[in-house]
């Protein structure tokens, strides 16, 4: 079977906490007006919509402000980056979210084998400070919205609702830094060609092909948005904004053909919400929406471990989609 997905989690953390480039420049930002109001709205997977669990904080009670600095990806920890980067602008974001939802405390989720020298910088900021550290372990997943409440607070959160129907305003360290220096996004490109990761501060609306560009990445092959192996694919010409903010490069697109399924249950055994992808995928093809409900597709998070430990090579997140 080569590799398992949670080899990934292995990968060493850098020797020095990397250093992000600035892309400047008018020309690279379009109709992206650098405020606090833009910089609210944030909508990523691992950082839902913003604006609208502060506007449902106004009319529910919530125990706190979670800022997650895990990353899906532990040769691209944009995330950590910031934090270790710019621990005070992350503080400063997180009680304007705190006054604006009107949490009492909060809580900045860290890997718990984060290096001293990425975490020191932050600790020495929160002496008797409201705001707490939770040290976690992060195998991937971890960072899903329904993966980090239920770790944290042993709370269920279904795929598609807010956190704050958990009881919390749940938001990652890009968000909360930006909310305090909204004129840069922070952003990282993962070259898989080469395993080498760039980190760079831009502005609002600039272009993906710039970020690529200084990247040093040749464009010719497709490019993922958030985490590579959600499978969500982007132009080099979309415009950066409150999305994502990690990006792949480098990644053949040509998949190797599929095969019959042959029962190895391996897809079940690497879903971290007990779905059974197999017949999820039979159901789509069927159209059989309650075959697909009895496979767990109201669970699915769309990971996309599945597809990585599938001996067939099945679309298993691409069926699971369209189901």
Partial sequence: MGWLPWQLDQTAWPASVPEFGRINGAETAQNAPPDIESAVRVDRHNSPDLVTQIEQAQTTSIDAVICSALDDEPRL???????????DDVLKGMREVMKRSRATRGCIVIESDAPPHWQRPLRSL?????????????HYP?????????????????????????????????????????????VGVLRHRTQTASYF????GTPLQSVLKAAGDDLRCPIF???WRRQRQASSGFLIGGGELTFHAGIPGDLPNPQPCVRCGWCMDVCPTGVSPALVLEAAQRNDKPMALRGGRAACIECGLCDLVCPANLP????????
């Fill in 77 to 87: 920890r944009l995330n950590a980056a910031v934090l270790a980067r710019r621990p």
């Fill in 126 to 138: 929160l002496k008797g400070d409201e705001i707490e550290i939770v040290e976690l372990p992060n």
């Fill in 142 to 186: 971890q960072a899903d919205p329904i993966m980090l409440l239920f770790a944290l607070l042993d709370r269920r959160l279904r795929p598609g609702q807010s956190p704050v129907e958990a009881g919390v305003v749940l938001l990652d360290a890009a968000a909360a830094a930006t909310l305090a220096a909204p004129a840069f996004l922070p």
């Fill in 201 to 204: 501060d831009i502005p609002p």
């Fill in 225 to 227: 948005a958030g985490d």
């Fill in 316 to 323: 298993l997140l691409q069926g699971i989609r369209h189901c």
